[in-house]
Each structure stands twice: as C-alpha cells, then as structure tokens.
C-alpha cells in the first residue's frame, strides 16, 4: 500500500471549525491539508449567531473566550463575513422566565460579559416590533453575528493552506483513505467534519439535531438585536424531543432569520411543513407582524451534539497522530476561534488558553492510549 506524505496536518472538514483550525496551524508555519467533501453542512446551514451562554460553566468558558477572540479577529475579517456586534436580547414572557434573566445576569456579570437587564415597558422602546406585555429581557451587548460560510473561506486563504474537494473514506491513526482509493499521511490528522465524522469513527457519541430555518424578504430597520426567548434555555436547547423557541436574527442586507427548532431521530434534510408551520407560529408569538412579512427560501440542517452538549477537542485517545474537534452541536460558529486554540495548544504541548479538561475526547472515549 503506497501512502504519499500530503503535508504537515491534514484537516478533514471545510467548515467553520476546520477552518479554524486550519487557519491557527497555517499561522504556525505548519502546511495543512484541508480535505471537504462538498456536503451540506452546519456552517452553510446555520445563523452564523455569535453568543455567550450559561449552561454549565465550561459552557460559558469556551463562549466567553471564542467571543473575545471574534472580537479580535473582527477588524481584519473582509465585509463578505458580515460581521455585526448587534448584541443579543433574551426576551421573558413571564415573570418566571423573568427570574431566570435575573439569574443569568448575575451569573454573567461576575464572569464579565457586559451585559444589563431591560424591564417590560423598556423591550419595546428598544425593539418596537416586540409584542406587548412581555415580562423584560436581558440584553448582552457582546454577542454578535457573521456569515459563516465566508468566514470560512477567509480563513482558508493562506498560502500554507491547500484545499482539496476529496471525500475521505476511511482513517487509521495519522493516515486517511480518500474514496478513489489513495492514501495520505500527514503528522496529524484532525477530523472537524461535523456530523459526517461519525462515519470515519463510529464510536464517536455524537447525534445529529435536525434544524429548520427561514430567512425573509428585505425590511430594513425592523430588528435591532438578534431576538432570543428565555424559553429556548430549557425548551430548545435541552430537549430530547421535537421542539421550538423563538430566534430572530436581523441581517446586514435587511433580511430576518427566523428560527429555532431542534429534532432528534431523523437525517431525512427535507423541510418538514409541520415543523416549519410550529416554528413561525411560535416566532409571531413574539413579534405579531413577521406574519406579514413575506418568506424566500427554508431549509435545514444538522447539529452535531454530544451528550453533554460540550464539544470533544483533543487528541482521540485509541488512535496515534489522530485529533478531533467536534461535536459543537449548535455553538460551532460561536466557539470554532476557542476550539483551534485549544487544539493548537494540545498538538504543541502548551498550556491551553483555557482549562482542556472539560473538552477533552477521553470523558467519553477512555484513557489516553498514548501518552
């Protein structure tokens, strides 16, 4: 079997995550392979919805670090990425919902995330479109958005870097099959090709999350902030069936993204009328007149979750020269800067920007079969 040296790393996985990676190991002087099959992916698929989250504290760790590193990288991304710092604003619809604002600030302000909270009569001064009546918000000035896929790209575009459309079929160690049958081998291979990585490595316990999302017609003007219900903490994010909860996203071209919803169980990318028909219903609970507004073009997606809802980034513990960085589930784009710092440090045995230990593969696939 004849194995041809491709360069220094390989990278399986064109999207947001193994641009980023990419792009970090290029900046190190290092020649990287980017293999991509061309699928659908996450990043093509997604809202591009930079943000901080809460849920557990390695959570907030990873968020809170990949925004500042966003923030940094913001100046030299070209206007295609369409970065904005629009900041995101969770809405409340209840006084209990209200309650877990007030907990989530507190939580946020000790850590440093700029952030306040918005009382009833205020949301509409600030959002005018919201209905009335809702409880308040929490407004996070840091969080932002980007086009994902031409941040991607930009990344990519570094003389160090060689982009290869080839689906790989198979992986052994720091080797990798393509589907016409030739062998590459690299120091290492990092595999950050979403969901499609459990095809290469099936012991990977990553499940898809199906996700519907729609985008508008242009209405300049009518959403400040990226529009987030409370709700989606425990209805969306955590839920083990069919679910949705309002997100809306203004774009820089006067467009709304209108989301989200999670389903677990299916691959089938068709749009699900069903699905869509609950979603938009329960985006106009919040904002009455998106129901005028006039729809272009739907589609779908899939997460890419762990069961902890954390992602595995380091070294794969049963395979030499083989590394992963996946299983982002919905918070790829948001954390993709954090996630090849963290690899990078990894690979040259340096101490990590952040503590490893949360993120590490092993949690769920062993003990490190080399030290």
Known sequence: MSVDAAADLIVIGAGIIGAACAQALAARGLRVLVLD????????????????????????????????????????????????????LWLAANAEEMAVAEHKFSVLQAQGVACELVAGGALRQREPALR???AGGLLITGDGILYAPATAQWMLQSPRIEQRQAKVCAVQDNRVCLEDGTWLRADAVVLANGIQATELCPELPIEAKKGHLLITDRYPGSVTHTLVELGY???????????????????????????????????DPAVEGWMLARML???????????????IRAWTGFRAASPDGLPLVGRHPHHQGLWLAVGHEGLGVTTAPASADLLCAQLFNETPPLAAHAYLPARFLGALAHA
């Open 233 to 267: 903490v425990t209805s969306a994010h955590n839920a083990s069936g069919p679910s949705t909860a309002c997100n809306i996203q203004p774009r820089p071209t006067g467009q709304l993204f209108i989301g989200a919803s999670r389903q677990f169980g299916t691959l």
């Open 281 to 295: 219903k329960r985006a106009t609970e919040y904002m009455p007149d998106l129901a005028q507004l006039n729809a």
């Open 132 to 134: 009335e009546g809702l």
């Open 37 to 88: 099959a061309g699928l659908h992916s996450a990043t093509a698929a997604g809202m591009g919805h930079l943000l901080v989250l809460d849920d557990n504290a390695a959570e907030l760790a990873l968020s809170q670090y990949s925004l500042q590193r966003w923030r940094e990288l913001a100046v030299h991304l070209p206007e295609a990425c369409a970065y904005r710092n629009n900041g995101t």
